[in-house]
């Protein structure tokens, strides 16, 4: 990997404001080659008890800071991110997988969410409410929720990090951040340009670890810690909320998706396709909204499967720095296996292999794109995330069926639908059971927007001006006794 700047690079713990060794360390891989690419210092659950109590302590002076202090420390986070931008998306890009013009995207992505927040931390207002009593006045007050545990995955390694931590630095609170053990590079490479932005000791810590249960469940357990914010599996995050339960501590979750695309016979169809294309292939399909389930109005789904043929034969697959690659390799041999599996059990079960491409010679984690048709609601990869790039499309044959067969889904992080019907699609915008719908549209995160799901796709919104509120508490101040 060929830096600007080398020493961007970082493999030990962040404590206290000190790079600092752990007693082992873990190998970080290229998925695309198996290669080792650096030995990474393992924080213990030692680490993660000294990581509390420094943040504790840092918290007390962090809470009180201006605002406009807060501001002026995430913009020049965010200024040096953006000058840094090509080397993260190098770093990015080589321990996750994705295209680099992908890594490049998800890095002004992750910026976006430092600067938006940086401008958040200025408008904190409370409340002056209408009083009840001639003697009292009522106002509310919002203040920093305390210590905040961030325990972020590998699909997104720097978007899903900034997205936590700079509403929780805007609010106020510090932060112990957990990366996923798969990508902790990128993570780092943050946390050192947060460190040259000037944030205090203390208030950003982070424990590249292997014990991820162990650190997870002292987080979790931590009086001192106040709030959890996770972004990763349902599996996991229902866990994380046992633990978190006998504190009673604030919790996000972002948790997976299974989300189905709605495409009628009056779409735009080559629009639909290319929203497919984006949304279906972004990160190999390893996406929590990107589309899993993939419904076509009976009257055009010959067509539709074409098109969508014809589009998936252009995607190139390849190693992240390759020129002209488009779609990556999974992040491990598991995540092959798992997409294997699915997709075997989906045509012994009846659905049709209309095409799968070429898997590039060399590394044993890419999964080619396939392109499965005639699938039904039972089969498994349409009742879990497929989380690889394999598009399963099913016929329906009427509005209501079509609602149906999407809302069928424990999940309910985001869906889309493609109509020239206004009235449609306002029926489907509402009557979807998800936190977000893309409307002749996948392409919807953003820092302006509130990321996030319903049942059992998670707690809470990221990013827009809702973020910030994760990490506040609001206050009543009722004074009475006034003449
Ligand atoms: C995710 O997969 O969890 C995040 C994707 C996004 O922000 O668009």
Redesign the pocket.
Known sequence: MLLSDPSLIKNTLLLNGVWQAGSSQFAVYNPATGEEIIWVHNASVKDTQLAIEYAVLAQKQWQQSLAAERAFLLKNWHQLVLQHQHDLALILATEQGKPLSEAKAEILYAASFIEWFAEEAKRLYGDVIPTTAANRRLMTIKQAVGVVAAIT?W??PA??ITRKLAPAFAAGCTVILKPSELTPLTAMALAELAQRAGFAPGVLQVLPTKEASAVGELLCQSPDVKKLTF?GSTRVGKLLMRQCADTVKRLSL?LGGNAPVLIFADADLPKAVAGVMAAKFRNAGQ???CINRIYVERAVYQEFNQLLLKAMQQLVQGSALEPGVTLGPLINTEAVTKVSALVQQAINQGATLMWAGQKPVAGSNFYPPTLLCDVTQDMALMQQEIFGPVAAVMPFDSEQEAISLANQSAAGLAAYVYSNDISRLWRLAEALQVGMVGINETAI?TEVIP?GGVKESGLGREGSRYGIDEYLEIKHLCWGGLV
Request: aromatic share 16%; hydrophobic share 40%; proline share 8%.
């Open positions: 995955p699909n997104f978007a899903m972004t972002e996406t929590c909204v995160s990321f």
